[in-house]
């Protein structure tokens, strides 16, 4: 491949300045690489012009509009379907918030109403063998008490 050939599409193009366009054109009679690059390309150009679509820019910017819309709803659409842990979060703050406040409510509530079983039977059969035996308990030996 021939140095110049990187020029070939500028050369074409009318982009090159005087001097090196000049160059070119007699470069390309003597490169035979140049040449064959230079018959492709313009092959090439030739093809690509008359397999243009010829379209109006009206139609154009209707389709590209209508495509960016497409997207636009397809991304708010997945958007809605993401898990936002920090939207959810302020969200849910007030639930275990209001669970502790009516778990401590109902705690204090019951406590008043709560009564040990064994204090239950105690004080409800006074007149019972129990009573006697926690009264002397401090007399007895342990061994007594577990015969008991």
């Known amino acids: 491949m021939c140095k110049y050939a990187k020029l070939l599409n ?5 982009e090159l ?6 160059f070119m054109d007699t470069h390309i009679i003597s490169c035979p690489a140049c040449g ?3 018959k492709f390309l313009n092959s090439l150009r030739q093809n ?5 679509i010829d379209t109006n820019a009206d139609f154009f910017l209707n389709r590209l509009k209508g495509r960016i ?17 920090g939207k959810w ?16 409510i109902f705690l204090n509530l019951n406590q008043n109403s709560y009564t040990n079983p064994v204090d239950e039977y105690l004080f409800t059969n006074q007149n019972s063998n129990v009573l006697a035996l926690i009264d002397t308990a401090g007399q007895q030996s342990e ?6």
């Open 143 to 148: 061994l007594g008490l577990l015969l008991y």
């Open 89 to 104: 979060t302020r969200k849910l703050i007030p639930v275990p918030v209001l669970a502790s406040i009516l778990i401590i």
């Open 48 to 52: 690509i012009s008359q397999n243009k």
């Open 10 to 14: 500028r050369y074409i193009d009318n």
């Open 17 to 22: 300045p005087r001097a090196k366009k000049e």
């Open 36 to 38: 064959q690059e230079m």
């Open 69 to 85: 819309q497409q997207e636009e709803k397809a991304k708010n659409l997945s958007e809605n379907f993401v898990f936002d842990f």
